[in-house]
């Protein structure tokens, strides 16, 4: 047990991490281009917040938190989402008094108790954006732009979006009669997990991936056909939005997505290749969120991208992401009485800024060039022998295999012209 990781959870290791720092980095170019500031929340929060906004017939509540008592004896939760901490940020520090909308993203750790598979652990990263405080149906276009403009830059192209609108509370209503009617002539067929959720939130068996559920799903009356006009009129100018900036995407009436907060615009983007868990990215629209957390009346939308399945789809995809980082120089100690004077000189060249590293082991010249060899690094600087004596260093170019004498005062700048 001391020397496994808790289930569901991993370690990204130093070759690993080079590859999330680049899509980290291209995240919040994606996010500078779009005018989105970057929010910090904290890893966890008050539970009442998540069982507020996220709600507590979903199974994130009902089964997923992380939760416990703190020593001050307040109930805590592990974020398991990030949506619900950037809405109380909001109200928090009063930034709906300001212009409107506030765009922000998030990226960091979310904590869920679900069954780990291959892309599904307990601790994952997200990626999320929030544009809270406007209506504008193009905000809903710009939010999946976002995610579409990030994929397309990473190389991620074969991707699909699917589209729905699950409209606002009003139409929902006549909506969700419709579909309780609907499921009440199928019970035979649901789950009894969906004969569980029936009553409190129908729209979730529409979620169930029970062959038997799917099924009856499948011809169960379609929220679009229950739009209001308000509704209707929005989801059209969102579709022509994407329309217009020639992001396809098909229309999916079953597509509801797992949290309560959502209204109108819901959409999910998938790609195939990833097996089971095909789901890189879903958001859609909250306009009642901000009000169930104890805000004024504000609309707002946005999306979690989960960055495990997207880094697996890269990778799944054959896309080369930079590797690790190689040293320039390698820093050998010809005996072990240059180690020390090895040791000053790698100091120098990293104040000097050139990535550099040495030999730790106290091995032979032999074994140390080796080392030299095997990580990369372009040249190798040999500190001792008659060079030392003279105030100079060997400098050996490792694909050349040149040799030559650099007086101690001109290293750096010669490493740096080899750069
Ligand atoms: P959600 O917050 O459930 O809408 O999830 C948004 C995205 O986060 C999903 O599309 C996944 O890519 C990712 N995600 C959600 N749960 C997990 C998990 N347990 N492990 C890895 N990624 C996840």
Redesign the pocket.
């Known amino acids: 047990m001391l020397t496994t990781a808790p289930r569901g959870t991993r370690d990204i290791l130093p070759e690993e991490a080079v590859r999330w720092q680049y899509v980290e980095q291209v995240i919040r170019e994606c996010c500078n281009l779009y005018g989105y500031g970057e929010i910090r929340p904290p890893l966890f929060e008050h539970t009442e917040l998540f069982q507020r906004s996220v709600g507590e017939a979903t199974d994130i509540v009902e089964k997923e938190m992380y939760t416990f008592k703190d020593r001050g004896g307040r109930s805590i939760t592990l974020r398991p989402?990030a949506t619900a901490s950037t809405v109380r940020a909001y109200l928090e520090h009063n930034l709906n008094a300001g212009p409107q909308p506030v765009k922000m993203y998030y990226l960091g750790p979310m904590f869920?108790y679900?069954r780990p598979q291959a892309?599904?652990?307990?601790q994952?990263s997200?990626f999320g954006i929030e544009a809270i405080g406007a209506q504008d149906p193009t905000v809903d276009a710009e939010v999946i732009a976002v995610a579409l403009g990030l994929c397309s830059r990473l190389g991620l192209t074969e991707l699909e979006v699917e589209l729905n609108s699950i409209g606002c509370p009003q139409c929902r209503q006549d909506y969700r009669q419709a579909l309780l009617s609907y499921l009440g002539e199928h019970k035979d067929n649901l789950c009894t997990t969906c004969l569980n959720r029936m009553d409190r939130n129908p729209l979730r068996v529409l979620d169930c991936k029970e062959e038997s559920c799917r099924e009856v799903t499948a011809k169960a009356p379609r929220m679009l056909e229950y739009l209001c006009p308000e509704c209707a009129e929005h989801f059209k100018t969102v579709q022509g939005c994407l329309q217009g900036i020639g992001a396809k995407h098909v229309l999916n009436p079953t597509l509801v997505?797992?949290?309560d907060y959502y209204t109108k615009t819901v959409f999910e983007i998938t790609w195939s290749g990833l097996g089971a868990q095909t789901?890189?990215?879903?958001g859609g629209r909250y306009d009642g969120l901000v009000e169930e957390c104890g805000g004024p009346s504000t609309p707002g939308v946005g999306f979690?991208?989960?960055l495990?399945?997207l880094l697996l789809a890269i990778e799944e995809t054959g896309i080369t992401l930079p590797s690790q980082n190689q040293p320039v120089a390698y820093v050998v100690a010809v005996s072990k009485a240059d180690n020390q004077e090895a040791f000053t000189i790698l100091t120098r060249l990293r104040r000097a800024g050139i990535a550099s590293d040495k030999d730790y082991r106290e091995t032979s010249l032999r074994a140390q060039l080796k080392a030299a060899n095997r990580c990369g690094a372009r040249f190798t600087v040999l500190v001792g022998g008659v060079e030392r004596t003279r105030g100079a260093v060997a400098v050996r170019h490792m694909v050349t295999g040149e040799q030559q004498e650099v007086p101690l005062s001109q290293l750096t700048t010669f490493l740096q012209e080899g750069m």
């Open positions: 989402e869920r679900d892309g599904r652990y307990r994952f997200q997505r797992g949290l789901a890189i990215c879903g979690a991208m989960g495990d399945r």
